[in-house]
T-cell receptor, first 117, second 114 residues
Framework: NAGVTQTPKFQVLKTGQSMTLQCAQD?????MSWYRQDPGMGLRLIHY???????DQGEVPNGYNVSRSTTEDFPLRLLSAAPSQTSVYFC????????????????FGSGTRLTVV | AQTVTQSQPEMSVQEAETVTLSCTYD???????LFWYKQPPSRQMILVIR????KQQNATENRFSVNFQKAAKSFSLKISDSQLGDTAMYFC???????????WGAGTKLIIKP
């Protein structure tokens, strides 16, 4: 089925470890983004990309790194995991790119629950 | 700064009743898009309904409708004939035209009782 695929669904890390959360979409969407969801809060934007080779920071970028070498993939790297990064992570994509995304809506992956101990 | 406020952390209604979830937002922009997303226990984010700010007509999707009051910056969601499958977290969000960042409310937990 077409959509946004996130892997893994669950992950436990030790403090200081690094890892990469994978996100892939097969809809040829220009825009891709990473959000984190914490209890009692709405989603917060970590990083986003409006096309291959273009990335930018969102609201909470510290401790995370991204790259966009292809239209389909947008991995999120945790450089040195900290307990404060325990959260649920969502990848979202949209057909809109530099012209904005609101007119097209967003497709979300199923999320990754990350626990850092 | 743009913000979204959902003043009801949790609501509970009987099956088949009508329920309204409230959402207010703050922006100085004139053109933007508003969304209601549903997040069931499966964690998947599901788009319920979308509204373009330049359209005065309220959006409807089957049992779901909104009351969009642009001057008051209010965007409430009405669920008619509620069903057990409507039990979920509901998030209100908006994005400004020609922008990318969805601004989210903290969510309302809706429980539909049999």
């Amino acid at each position: 089925n077409a959509g946004v695929t996130q892997t893994p669904k669950f992950q436990v890390l030790k403090t200081g470890q690094s890892m990469t959360l994978q996100c892939a979409q097969d809809m040829n969407h220009e825009y891709m983004s990473w959000y984190r969801q914490d209890p009692g809060m709405g989603l917060r934007l970590i990083h986003y990309s409006v096309g291959a080779g273009i990335t930018d920071q969102g609201e909470v970028p510290n401790g995370y790194n991204v790259s966009r070498s292809t239209t389909e993939d947008f991995p999120l790297r945790l450089l040195s995991a900290a307990p404060s990064q325990t959260s649920v992570y969502f990848c979202a994509s949209s057909r809109g790119g530099t012209s904005g995304t609101g007119a097209f809506g967003y497709t979300f992956g199923s999320g990754t629950r990350l626990t850092v101990v | 700064a743009q913000t979204v406020t959902q003043s009801q952390p949790e609501m509970s209604v009987q099956e088949a009743e009508t329920v309204t979830l409230s959402c207010t937002y703050d922006t100085s922009e004139n053109n933007y898009y508003l969304f209601w997303y549903k997040q069931p226990p499966s964690r998947q984010m599901i788009l319920v309904i979308r509204q373009e700010a330049y359209k005065q007509q309220n959006a409807t999707e089957n049992r779901f409708s909104v009351n969009f009051q642009k001057a008051a910056k209010s965007f409430s969601l009405k669920i008619s004939d509620s069903q057990l499958g409507d039990t979920a977290m509901y998030f209100c969000a908006f994005v400004m035209d020609s922008n990318y960042q969805l601004i989210w409310g903290a969510g309302t937990k809706l429980i539909i009782k049999p």
